[in-house]
């Protein structure tokens, strides 16, 4: 096997300078593997990759020796994404430490896709539409994981590092789709379903940080889960999530939709944006919020108490060329008395 040749300018794992070597050890000194050889080699193993990011694993460990030994680690029974992101999640919780004020809690899914004929070898993420050679169309299963991640950063947008992740395919809840075609999916347990990924990264991500009354979680419209605000709730922590469900409000007898079209305009906010050239627009937002009753589910109601909580809504003035138009809708369980404690919580949304 042939490797590699460095590329000029690339600084090979001999030639890690100190503050790469700090960074390596504050990193790792948490993990906790079941054999100290282990702690060893993923030590090696993070200073090789992280000199060589983005690049095959091969090229960063420059010889077969090397090579062999990384993908014996990885293929380790001993090792797991526990084991190796202990170090990390402790580190994490040490920057934290050493801030001050609110932190924002950002939880997103990635998914990842491998080139495989045979997915069940690795999992699968979802099936898609496509064509055979005749043009017949056909459902391809797409080899892959998920990542759940949640990625603490300051206000001012600072990196601290992940507090919680979690792997999963498609395999674990095959079904689960099926069943939501027979009854109605908000009378789906949510343990049954994916979105219980949402609830135990919040859950893990607040028991690591520690200080739940510091900790803003933020999500897009996929964590607008009402059992997620209680989770939230009964950690007697924050959330700001874009939502797109219309739930009960009040007495039940309305929406948040109504009683978000009665309240006026209380401020604007410009913000600059750019459209499908790259080029920078200006958007004025027109700045809506109010506190309002929230009930659960019809279906759940006598699982999931009723919430008081915040709406906002920043929608875009006119229609805007060439972009779309701009229309969040945030909930938060944070009070919102000012124009801008609102364009706070925008922003804060805006970091993911």
């Known amino acids: 096997m042939r490797l590699p040749s460095l590329p000029s300018g690339r600084r090979t794992t001999d030639e890690c300078s100190p503050e790469d070597e700090s960074w390596v050890d504050r990193e790792v000194a948490g993990c906790r593997f079941r054999d100290v050889r282990l702690g060893e080699r993923f030590r090696k193993l993070l200073k090789q990759i992280g000199s060589a990011i983005g690049q095959a694993i091969p090229f960063a460990c420059q010889d077969w020796a090397s090579t062999k030994a990384a993908y014996r680690f990885f293929s380790n029974d001993r090792v797991d994404e526990e084991a190796i992101l202990s170090g990390h999640f402790e580190a994490t919780r040490d920057r934290f430490a050493a801030t001050d004020g609110y932190v924002l809690v950002l939880h997103d899914t990635t998914e990842f896709t491998f080139k495989r004929e045979k997915p069940e070898l690795i999992g699968s993420t979802c099936i898609v539409n496509g064509k055979d050679k005749k043009g017949r169309i056909t459902f391809l299963t797409v080899c892959g994981i998920l990542m759940h991640s949640s990625l603490v950063v300051t206000t001012e947008g600072l990196p601290l590092g992940l507090a919680a992740i979690k792997f999963w395919s498609r395999k674990k809840f095959k079904g689960s789709n099926a069943l939501k075609k027979r009854i109605?999916?908000?009378?789906?347990?949510?343990?049954?379903?994916?979105?219980?990924?949402?609830?135990?990264?919040?859950?893990?991500?607040?028991?690591?940080?520690?200080?739940?009354?510091?900790?803003?979680?933020?999500?897009?419209?996929?964590?607008?889960?009402?059992?997620?605000?209680?989770?939230?709730?009964?950690?007697?922590?924050?959330f700001v999530i874009r939502t797109c469900v219309d739930r009960l409000a009040g007495d039940g007898e309305h929406t948040v939709a109504d009683e978000m079209d009665e309240g006026r305009v209380k401020g604007l906010h410009r913000v600059e944006v750019r459209d499908r050239n790259g080029d920078v627009d200006e958007a004025v937002l027109e700045m809506r919020y109010r506190r309002i009753k929230i009930l659960p589910p019809i279906g759940k109601q006598k699982r999931y108490p009723s919430l008081t909580l915040t709406v906002i809504h920043a929608e875009e003035r006119g229609k805007p060329q060439n972009r779309d138009k701009i229309e969040w809708k945030l909930i938060t369980d944070l009070a919102v008395q000012s124009r801008n404690d609102a364009i706070e919580k925008v922003n804060w949304y805006a970091m993911r």
């Open 184 to 238: 109605n999916p908000t009378r789906v347990p949510i343990e049954e379903k994916e979105s219980v990924r949402w609830l135990t990264n919040l859950r893990q991500s607040t028991d690591l940080l520690g200080a739940p009354e510091r900790c803003v979680h933020i999500t897009d419209r996929e964590g607008d889960i009402y059992e997620l605000f209680c989770e939230a709730h009964e950690a007697k922590t924050h």
